[in-house]
Nanobody, 128 residues
Framework: QLQLEESGGGLVQPGGSLTLSCAAS????????MGWFRQAPGKEREAVSC????????VYADSVKGRFTISRDNAKNTATLQMNNLKPEDTAVYYC?????????????????????WGQGTQVTVSS
C-alpha cells in the first residue's frame, strides 16, 4: 500500500523555523518528483516547492523563496522541507505528495494535478 506520512509540524513564533519530513512506505521515491503543498483556512491548496527525481532541480513559490528549502534522500525514502523565517501567512496544513509519472522531468513549476500520492498533512501554525 502506497503511503506518505508527514511529520514535524507545530506551533512556532514568527521568525522561527520548522523542518517537515515526509516518509514513504509501500513504494520507493526514486524516480518520482516530490512536492510540498499547503492549504490555509478558507483557501485553495497551493504548491510550495517541488524537487526533481535526482534532487538536482528545485522550484519554489515566490512567497517562500529564500526562506524554504526542499531536499530529498532517496536512500532513506524521505523528502524534507526546511522552513526558516516563518511568517503568520505560512500557517496552513502542509502536505507532501509524489508524482504520478515515473521519471518525469521537472519543468519551471509543478502542478497539483500531476501528483497522485498524498500524505494526510501536518499542521503548521505561526503565531506569537
Amino acid at each position: 500500500q502506497l503511503q506518505l506520512e508527514e511529520s514535524g509540524g507545530g506551533l512556532v513564533q514568527p521568525g522561527g523555523s520548522l523542518t517537515l519530513s515526509c516518509a514513504a512506505s509501500g513504494f520507493t521515491l526514486d524516480f518520482y518528483i516530490m512536492g510540498w503543498f499547503r492549504q490555509a483556512p478558507g483557501k485553495e491548496r497551493e504548491a510550495v516547492s517541488c524537487i526533481s527525481v535526482t534532487g538536482g532541480k528545485t522550484v519554489y513559490a515566490d512567497s517562500v523563496k529564500g526562506r524554504f528549502t526542499i531536499s530529498r534522500d532517496n536512500a532513506k525514502n524521505t523528502a524534507t522541507l526546511q522552513m526558516n523565517n516563518l511568517k503568520p501567512e505560512d500557517t496552513a496544513v502542509y502536505y507532501c505528495a509524489a508524482d504520478s509519472l515515473w521519471n518525469r522531468h521537472l519543468g519551471t513549476w509543478c502542478q497539483q494535478a500531476d501528483f497522485s500520492s498524498w500524505g494526510q498533512g501536518t499542521q503548521v501554525t505561526v503565531s506569537s
